[in-house]
Structures are given as C-alpha cells and as structure tokens.
C-alpha cells in the first residue's frame, strides 16, 4: 500500500471520529439538557408544604445535575483535556448556570426568607458563600466540593424547614420581595441579551464566528437555571398568582420563552447575517431571552401593585 494511500486512509479516519465525536457531545448535551425533574410529582398539588421547601429544593437538584451528570463539573477540568481543549460548550453553559445559582441564592437569602432585622438563615448564608468559589478551581478545595456543600446546606435548609421545632426561615411569600428576585433576573437576561445581540467586543474589535458559542451557551445557563426557579416560584406563590389572573399569565409565558431557551441546542453555532442564508443562532436565541425578560419586567410591575 502506498505511503499516499495510508495517509488519505489515516486522514479520513481522523476525520471520522472528530466527526462522530462531535455528533456525540451534541446529542450528549441535549440530553443533558433536560433536567427530569417533576416539581409537582416531588410536592403533589393539594399537599401542604413549608413555604421554601420547594425553591431550595429546586435549587439544590439544579446544581446536583451539573456535578453529576453527563461530564461532570467541565469548567475545572485538567488542562490536557479541559474545556480549552476538548468540547467546551457546556463548560461555558455551567459557568453560566452557576453565575444564575449564586443571585438566586443571594436573592433568597437576603430578601425571600428574610425581613427587616431579622436573622439571615444560618444554611443559606453557607449555601451562598458556597455558590461563589471559583468555578474553575479544581484542587485545594474543587470547585466540586464546595458546590456539593452547597446542596447539602440547601438540603439542610430543608430538613430544618420540617424540623418540629422548626429551625430555618420560611419564605416570605411577600410581593414586595418578589420583586427583588424579578429584577435579579431581569438583569441576568440582559447581559445574556447584550452578549447575544452586541457585534463588537467592549474594545471594539469584532466578534468572531468562533467566540460566538461561548456566548451562547453562558446566556442559555442563565435561561435554563431561570426556567426551572421560575416553575418553583409558581408553586411557592401560588396563593397570590390564583388571585392575580394577569400576573399567572405573565408567568407562564415567561416561562414558555425560557424552557425554549433552555434547550436550544444547534449542531454548530452559526453567526450568519440577518439577510444571509445561514442561521445566526444567537439572535435567535436572544430573541426567546428578550420576550421572557420583556415578560418579566410587566411581572414586576404587576407585582408592585399588589398590596401584598
């Protein structure tokens, strides 16, 4: 066999498994995409639950899928076949997640569960010190570990929430507080709005095809961690939204936008122009992320003129 036969051999090989690889990680990522989780199967309708219950918990199985399914934790992964080197779409998106999973737990603590001068709940000021390591520390401690203590000070949280005598802060379920968590979000949606839609960098150079993933699957980590909370916050204020048919609808189709954005998952991120014949998935992505943000800041409006 010819020494030019044996490298067309090798480099249809080659390309073969870059090929299938890829094909691989993407449907990979699709699944793991989903989270399986069943808010309603978890806390059936109709059964009491302590007011916080369902948020942390929420919480806690969104972060538990980032560490244990799929790849694991890729931001912190060892340089030789880290996220620089190898598929690095859902390191961008878990950088993303995490930065989601830190204002929601910020908001949660120093608002939803806390009023006036009362006392911060002892295993979510743990659980947010947790939430805010290095994402991309993988020894002394990992990123992982302190992750997973975060989980189980939200777990906590909970076990303390069914304790008799009960031992942590309830959630509020006031309006007024409500609102800070809206805004939070509002304001994640817009930075995943001005990754997603801006041309140029802050220097003014441009944005090549290539940078264009990383900015979308970090705006799609905060789509995909609002998704799922904002079915928990369904569940936590149902009271106040059965009375406010205006502020229900907002929701749901706040939501519908996001759980779209969530799962958006293309082949190749595509950076065509808007009159060319390819995609440019980014704009459409932004476009589920501006109608949920539009959404949400009609909810905050809404809410501020509730008395509760």
Same mark, same amino acid.
């Given at each position: 066999?010819?020494?030019?036969?044996?490298?067309?051999?090798?480099?249809?090989?080659?390309?073969?498994?870059?090929?299938?690889?890829?094909?691989?990680?993407?449907?990979?990522?699709?699944?793991?995409?989903?989270?399986?989780?069943?808010?309603?199967?978890?806390?059936? @309708?109709?059964?009491?639950?302590?007011?916080?219950?369902?948020?942390?918990?929420?919480?806690?199985?969104?972060?538990?899928?980032?560490?244990?399914?799929?790849?694991?934790? @890729?931001?912190?992964?060892?340089?030789?076949?880290?996220?620089?080197?190898?598929?690095?779409?859902?390191?961008?998106?878990?950088?993303?997640?995490?930065?989601?999973?830190?204002?929601?737990?910020?908001?949660?603590?120093?608002?939803?569960?806390?009023?006036?001068?009362?006392?911060?709940?002892?295993?979510?000021?743990?659980?947010?010190?947790?939430?805010?390591?290095?994402?991309?520390?993988?020894?002394?401690?990992?990123?992982?570990?302190?992750?997973?203590?975060?989980?189980?000070?939200?777990?906590?949280?909970?076990?303390?929430?069914?304790?008799?005598?009960?031992?942590?802060?309830?959630?509020?379920?006031?309006?007024?507080?409500?609102? @800070?968590?809206?805004?939070?979000?509002?304001?994640?949606?817009?930075?995943?709005?001005?990754?997603?839609?801006?041309?140029?960098?802050?220097?003014?150079?441009?944005?090549?095809?290539?940078?264009?993933?990383?900015?979308?699957?970090?705006?799609?980590?905060?789509?995909?961690?609002?998704?799922?909370?904002?079915?928990?916050?369904?569940?936590?204020?149902?009271?106040?939204?059965?009375?406010?048919?205006?502020?229900?609808?907002?929701?749901?189709?706040?939501?519908?936008?996001?759980?779209?954005?969530?799962?958006?998952?293309?082949?190749?991120?595509?950076?065509?122009?808007?009159?060319?014949?390819?995609?440019?998935?980014?704009?459409?992505?932004?476009?589920?992320?501006?109608?949920?943000?539009?959404?949400?800041?009609?909810?905050?409006?809404?809410?501020?003129?509730?008395?509760?």
């Amino acid at each position: 066999m010819s020494r030019k036969r044996v490298a067309i051999i090798v480099a249809s090989a080659i390309v073969l498994v870059w090929i299938g690889g890829g094909l691989a990680l993407h449907f990979g990522q699709i699944r793991h995409d989903h989270l399986g989780y069943d808010i309603d199967a978890h806390f059936p @309708r109709g059964k009491p639950f302590k007011p916080g219950e369902i948020f942390a918990s929420t919480l806690a199985v969104i972060m538990g899928h980032e560490l244990h399914t799929g790849f694991g934790w @890729r931001p912190n992964d060892f340089f030789l076949w880290g996220p620089k080197v190898a598929a690095d779409n859902n390191a961008d998106r878990q950088i993303g997640i995490i930065m989601a999973i830190r204002e929601t737990t910020r908001v949660f603590k120093d608002h939803l569960t806390k009023v006036s001068s009362n006392e911060y709940d002892p295993n979510l000021v743990a659980a947010d010190l947790d939430f805010h390591y290095d994402p991309q520390r993988w020894i002394f401690p990992s990123s992982e570990s302190k992750y997973e203590d975060g989980i189980r000070r939200l777990r906590l949280y909970v076990a303390g929430l069914r304790a008799n005598p009960e031992s942590s802060a309830e959630l509020n379920q006031r309006s007024v507080e409500l609102v @800070r968590l809206f805004q939070t979000w509002t304001d994640l949606l817009g930075d995943a709005h001005a990754r997603l839609y801006r041309d140029t960098r802050s220097d003014g150079s441009p944005i090549r095809w290539w940078d264009c993933d990383h900015l979308f699957y970090r705006s799609q980590g905060y789509a995909y961690v609002i998704y799922h909370m904002m079915k928990a916050v369904r569940r936590e204020y149902a009271v106040q939204i059965k009375a406010d048919p205006v502020l229900g609808k907002l929701l749901d189709e706040a939501t519908v936008a996001l759980g779209k954005a969530a799962v958006l998952t293309p082949v190749v991120v595509l950076n065509g122009s808007p009159a060319g014949i390819f995609a440019n998935h980014r704009r459409n992505l932004d476009a589920y992320i501006t109608e949920a943000r539009q959404k949400m800041y009609s909810i905050r409006e809404e809410l501020e003129r509730s008395p509760l």
